[in-house]
């Protein structure tokens, strides 16, 4: 059950509701949010009457609640969130095209890029400064320096930039340069990285992380809208299997199921989902095709020299068929 | 290595190639065929001179193949295979819809769903006369009832049928009665089953095992080749995985690696592969948008009342739509 | 829930308890067996009163059974299945070593190996006639030879032999030669063989299947004792999962859950569960000591020559190590 | 490639060594430790003459490593490490027992279980006070409370302790409260908590990723011995699988295999690795059968009170049972 109180209730109002709670032997927890506080009631908690709360001073709205996760469901908000970034909107009625390297490299390179995916119809450019290596001996990105060239990218060609975030100090500044934040894959469940990056004021893509469900993966985004961020955007970017034949299998089912169970926007990846630059193309299609709001590509003027993921990443050209694609794609029948 | 022996080759000739073979300290596999006779030469066999067993009498042609699957590999065969069954063509230009309930009802609902299906656009009925339930007390299908039901379905509408073997016995009963044996999931690697299907004269739809490679897959189909049957069509149905959110997880990767290793033509089953009806449709447009050649559907006129799989069984309204999305889908331009 | 019939029950009187069924709504299913004749009611059958049932005539108890498998569990038969072959007592005080080769050889390395795993405390030999092979070129097996190599060791050794059935006509042939017919991991839910080998009057030993969850292990065994055969021992030989680490994973976490589930005895196949030769003694170990009632092992005097799974299987003097490793598990306590 | 300085190596000399790999077209990458630096050649570096890099000044050994894990690697130090931790050492001749309650409770609770389990032969006591929860509104452990009472099981009972770390700010805290830092499954992958837990100073406890693969788990070992810290200790404690019988599927396969390829000590968690309290004694058995150097086990006093994971919390009486199986297990021939 979850207390949504007024934006103009008190904290003493908040407190009010809080005791309420507890008088009735359950434990309340305080979801402060930018524009408003609402008070989760966990448990079994049919004895807590709803009519009752929704009486006190300071209440908008009682939300029952089936789902461990809450803020982010549709249950509590119906209509979709759209996550507005430059000319970009997730969850619009376009599906967002995001391209780029996989890692930040030369600045000339870089820049040459970025105009190269702008002019297919790229909405955001995407590149890693900081690398999550499972190697560490492996290039670990550029850092700063890759923050900077991030910086001039928007700076040159207009277009917003995301990177990834590995830590606290990365956070901070990702935050300042870039204007969207990605937890990769292997912080999905790096809960204190949730929480500051929650904290950021910027908005945020949450990559699903190797082997999650479904539910841990909206946890994870219930960890972000609880700390006031409602600017969250999903990806799927495939999951561990016994499959050996792609770097992981693109589970796209989850695509149409995020769409019921969440008003959050769900983009997919298909560099990641497969692994293999051959057959990006056929699952961008597929991911458009059931749903998806938004394509995490990566792209590079000349692949295989890329700094990383070379053997996924696709040319230009491939990119620009994919905006072609979306075209057909785009007449479609909307469902449900 | 396979060598191809020439249409007109004396069975003196083959024995010819093999004790060649012999004598260079490799086992000859004598693979017959309807129209042809290969012998198969497995191991490291750089040893094995190809222009050597080419000049031998009756030789027509020696193929490396550096895949465990030799005859459904597109090294051996670079063109597209077309299964033709009625006005269906597997592999053409138009992705062939089948559709059906998933077992054999009464004449009059089996009769109604078919009549609607095709008019829906379906070109091959489909439903289960012999039903391979994990648990014995379940219902385990109508049996040749069924098949006579089937056969009554062909007649009165025209459309081909598709229905699974699960044992000697059936796929002889199944051979006479059916247009297409299908075999399940649960016997992709039942060796025995596979050998009988593969001389029935029949074309064979060989869906994936619970948890089969992509390699196990393709050598399965090969069992079924080197029985001399050529009119296989492999179905993509969804395969094992940690996920719960749906029944399994449709590994959509495989449709255009399948496309490019094999030459024989790759059909989709949405409705195993997610388990739920809701999200049919959309998995069922994925699939086309990445190059599945055909879908498999479980439909019925009043899914709630279905004799098995209810709740992944579309209704007609529903196959109508996905035919209509096929038009669009079918205007993407072809890839590689 | 399940109606055991008396041992002198009528037919007259089964007919007259599925009438009683039926007039309750509900759809019996006989399950004859050797000894006893019993009829399931399957499907949510609340309504179905016991005491009204208990007191038809020829009924001797009626028993509720809340999971999908009745016969196999321990609802139903509380005293554990004890299956007696030769000197083997599988579910008995002491776990049964089984130990041989992957396929059987020659004669005289057939024998050669027989004696030697009996003198090291094997007390049932193991050795595959009929070899499922995922590519169709490999090597399949002896067949019937290999059945009447297998006659011979019994023959000169005393030891009861176990050997893989793959299909009806192999079944006939084991049954005849073979003191227990193995159903390998490919065939777990072959339901057609299930039958048939549930009535050949022989043991069966029941590997679990590929990728088979425990409900679905247990309710292909239920096929067996449906049938009327109780003697079936279940065989833990590792499943399918994303590591790439060892062949399988073996997944002994079964082990002490079938033995709460179910009153059959359990064995595990350490050979097939870590797929490398140096990893076999520790896990069979670790099999015994959680619980295991037997071993089933590939043996031979030089794995580095076996006709297949060389890597996997151990030499004769580790398979005695095993067996003094036996000696001191033996001394744990017994749990619960 | 790996390049052993000498321990009095000069700075100096080890830019030479570097510069060297540089000039044959290599990137070194400096591994400082504590007691010695190493210079890491990586990439394919067979044009690298070893000799010659031995002949450098300040070069005490050179070290060819053919996996992508270095230090870690029974290649580079063949002996086995033994990390020392109060009474307790793992690595050493005995299984080292760690028992305590999933999360510190109030002092009282903490301090009678530490009392008991010391008892039963506990060497180490465990109870997590920063605690990473899958929802966000679950009890989050007691944080920095939770590790004062943490000390003063320490003061009390002479036990060393052991606590999960999940950030920075944690991982300061516990270093200067706890005997040894544990980094928890959905960690393992969050490589600058694992530089910064590399550099605390204290021994270190590193849980497998939840789907993390051998290879994976030693590179995220080698960051914690690149940053000089070489008390680690590996745990298993099960993977996803498509398995719903038990919380994870118990990969003891892995026991073996580590202690082959590594010089690490490995310890088993068999209340994760099932998950339910029934199966932790079995598993605790096979685990130490299969050669784990210790086991991390979740006891309480009264277990179904317990403040977190309490079905899978065993009692004091079973952990003493446990600890008379590690007595008779002791009794098996040392392997290999």
Same mark, same amino acid.
């Given at each position: 059950?979850?207390?949504?109180?007024? @934006?103009?209730?008190?904290?003493?109002?908040?407190?009010?509701?809080?005791?309420?709670?507890?008088?009735?032997? %359950?434990?309340?927890?305080?979801?402060?949010?930018?524009?408003?506080?609402?008070?989760?009631?966990?448990?079994? @908690?049919?004895?807590?009457?709803?009519?009752?709360?929704?009486?006190?001073?300071?209440?908008?709205?009682?939300?029952?609640? !089936?789902?461990?996760?809450?803020?982010?469901?549709?249950?509590? &908000?119906? *209509? *979709? !969130? =759209?996550?507005?970034?430059?000319?970009?909107? #997730?969850?619009?009625?376009?599906? /967002?095209?995001?391209?780029?390297?996989?890692?930040?490299?030369?600045?000339?390179?870089?820049?040459?890029?970025?105009?190269?995916?702008?002019?297919?119809?790229? =909405?955001? #450019?995407?590149?890693?400064?900081?690398?999550?290596?499972?190697?560490?001996?492996? %290039?670990?990105?550029?850092?700063?320096?890759?923050?900077? $060239?991030?910086?001039? /990218?928007?700076?040159?060609?207009?277009?917003?930039?995301?990177?990834?975030?590995?830590?606290?100090? *990365?956070?901070?500044?990702?935050?300042?340069?870039?204007?969207?934040?990605?937890?990769?894959?292997? @912080?999905?469940?790096? #809960?204190?990285?949730?929480?500051?990056?929650?904290?950021?004021? =910027?908005?945020?893509?949450?990559?699903?992380?190797?082997?999650?469900?479904?539910?841990?993966?909206?946890?994870?985004?219930?960890?972000?809208?609880?700390?006031?961020?409602?600017?969250?955007?999903?990806?799927? &970017?495939?999951?561990?299997?016994?499959?050996?034949?792609?770097? @992981? $299998?693109?589970?796209?089912?989850?695509?149409?199921?995020?769409?019921?169970?969440?008003?959050?926007?769900?983009?997919?990846?298909?560099?990641?989902?497969?692994?293999?630059?051959?057959?990006? &193309?056929?699952?961008? &299609?597929?991911?458009?095709?059931?749903?998806?709001?938004?394509?995490?590509?990566?792209?590079?003027?000349?692949?295989?020299?890329?700094?990383?993921?070379?053997?996924? !990443?696709?040319?230009?050209?491939? #990119?620009?068929?994919?905006?072609?694609?979306?075209?057909?794609?785009?007449?479609?029948?909307?469902?449900?």
């Amino acid at each position: 059950m979850l207390v949504i109180m007024d @934006n103009q209730a008190t904290e003493e109002q908040c407190h009010g509701v809080e005791d309420a709670i507890r008088a009735l032997g %359950f434990e309340p927890v305080s979801v402060p949010g930018a524009g408003r506080t609402a008070v989760c009631v966990t448990g079994n @908690n049919d004895r807590v009457s709803a009519p009752m709360l929704e009486r006190l001073p300071g209440v908008k709205q009682v939300i029952h609640v !089936t789902q461990p996760y809450k803020l982010v469901s549709r249950e509590v &908000r119906g *209509s *979709s !969130t =759209k996550v507005t970034v430059g000319d970009a909107v #997730f969850g619009g009625p376009e599906p /967002v095209l995001v391209g780029g390297p996989c890692s930040v490299e030369t600045e000339a390179r870089t820049l040459a890029i970025a105009h190269k995916v702008k002019a297919a119809g790229a =909405k955001v #450019f995407r590149a890693g400064a900081y690398k999550p290596r499972t190697n560490p001996y492996s %290039f670990q990105g550029l850092g700063e320096e890759g923050l900077h $060239t991030l910086a001039l /990218v928007r700076e040159e060609t207009g277009l917003p930039v995301v990177t990834e975030v590995i830590d606290h100090d *990365s956070a901070d500044l990702v935050a300042e340069h870039a204007d969207i934040l990605q937890v990769g894959t292997r @912080n999905m469940q790096n #809960f204190s990285l949730l929480k500051r990056v929650g904290r950021a004021g =910027k908005p945020v893509l949450l990559k699903r992380g190797m082997s999650a469900t479904v539910e841990e993966w909206l946890q994870a985004a219930e960890y972000l809208l609880a700390e006031g961020n409602e600017d969250v955007i999903l990806c799927e &970017r495939g999951v561990r299997t016994y499959n050996r034949h792609s770097r @992981n $299998t693109l589970d796209l089912n989850v695509v149409p199921l995020i769409r019921r169970l969440s008003h959050l926007p769900i983009v997919v990846d298909p560099s990641h989902g497969v692994g293999q630059r051959e057959r990006v &193309r056929p699952m961008a &299609r597929a991911a458009l095709a059931c749903g998806a709001q938004g394509l995490l590509i990566e792209v590079h003027t000349d692949p295989d020299t890329a700094y990383s993921d070379g053997s996924q !990443t696709i040319t230009v050209e491939e #990119f620009e068929a994919i905006a072609r694609d979306r075209e057909i794609l785009g007449r479609l029948e909307p469902i449900g």
